[in-house]
């Protein structure tokens, strides 16, 4: 381990600022929960953290404006879960990723922002925000951007994001009525687990046919989240039913996943899974749309 | 911009920084290392020894507190990040001489085996009877699923939060030592 300063901004301008005068050394903190590992590790290093959690008064919330969803970067797994908008139906699929979320302790840190620039495959709350198709606004000196958030990842733990750059807030269109989500992790434990296979569902219904729908995997082969969206073109205007699904979920997924084996599962039963899993998550979805 | 990076830490100094917030209840005053982790401030700056390390990387819960109201894990928490907070540790939640129901509750079901893990637990404990005075058994699993216990009492400590549940809610929160079962 090495030796390092903090910096704690006074407002996000300040924030920005800073990486004027400490360039790429400066690396911004905001929960902790997977840098502080990854510095214990040994696996990354830099000069000096940028400490956000002063920025939380401005970078904290989950409101609805204009049509928007909105959920500041420094919102924290806990404050997303317990937030008064997503108590709907149409939004199910984020609360069942914040319950499965790590632990109670590593809940009340992390953050929604820290989630998704992590760029880490096994990113709850990324699988479920891209099936609701969102975007993550960035923030340096030069100004703002908005990247969707299924171009956000060029690979595993790397980003579009510029070092000089931060999450400012991730959003998407408010649903309509008629769609629901779901999330759903497998691991053989409870609490710590990553999760072999993690899968996000977004469905919007018109009657018992799929007028549109999301699908996000924590992997289709390269190692960050992504959609399956061979298998979303082959749902859409079908009528959402058992036979229906088990046929696409057979035939399509297959054709567009790769899985890699490891210490912790083989690519076979990580694929079987997915499609189990993904079954699950449909009809899921269904069920709450239609209010069972 | 001089001013900028000057008030707290600047360029490769790794000047101390003064920390002041409360634990306990009482105001305290630090000097720690930029680096520095608030678990070791604790245990090695204030002595407050409940505050254990395992894994020291977020996946044991031994060295959970609660700060300003949240359930926190020290070993992942800066020590400047405690600025003006409030830090409750186990050392805090009954009065001098006095144990707190949940300590009773888990002398009573014989749950300590060799301890280490309790400070975690009884913080978890605390923070999910503080928000929730009666929980289901699935909701003690939920908030205690972060707590890895390697004597596995577990299901011990199931049993102590639905018991120190019901003494809290007889009104019975602190204990004399001379209550609690030897």
Known sequence: MFRFDVYVPKDLRDALEAFKIYGEELVPIAGGTDLLVLYRQGMVRFKALLDLWSLRNELSYVKLEGGLVKIGALTTIDELSSSELLKDKRFA????ACKTFA?????????????????????????????????????????ERVVPLKSFFLDKRKTVKRPDELITEVFFSEPPN?????????????????????????????????????????SMGRAFPERALMTENALRGMELSERNVDKVVREVLPKEMGRISDYRASAEYRLHLSQVLLKRALLGVGRRVRGE | M???????????????????????????????????????????KLGLLSVKEGCGRGECGSCVVIMNGKLIPTCLTLAVRAEGSEILTLEGIAPEGKLHAIQKALLDTYSMQCGFCFPGVIMASKYLLDKNPDPTEDEIRDALDGNICRC????????????????????????DESEVLR
């Open chain 1, 93 to 96: 699929g984020l609360r069942d």
């Open chain 2, 2 to 44: 001089s001013e900028v990076g000057a008030s707290r830490a600047s360029w490769n100094t790794y000047r101390d920084v003064e920390v002041s917030f409360k634990v306990n209840g009482k105001e305290v005053r630090v000097r720690v290392k930029p680096y520095e982790r608030l678990l070791d401030v604790l245990r090695n």
């Open chain 2, 152 to 175: 596995g009492s577990y299901l011990r400590f199931i049993k102590a939060v639905k018991l120190a549940s019901k003494y809290i809610k007889e009104g019975k929160v602190f204990f």
């Open chain 1, 103 to 143: 632990s109670p302790f590593i809940r009340s840190v992390a953050t929604v922002g820290g989630n998704v620039g992590a760029a880490h495959p096994l990113s709850d709350i990324t699988i479920t925000l891209l099936t609701y198709d969102a975007s993550v606004k960035v923030r340096s000196l030069e100004g």
């Open chain 1, 178 to 218: 008629n769609a629901s989500s779901a999330f759903i992790k497998l691991d053989r434990k409870v609490g710590h687990g990553m999760g072999y296979v993690a899968v996000g569902v977004y469905a919007e219904l018109d009657g018992d046919v799929i007028k549109d729908v999301r699908i996000a995997f924590d």
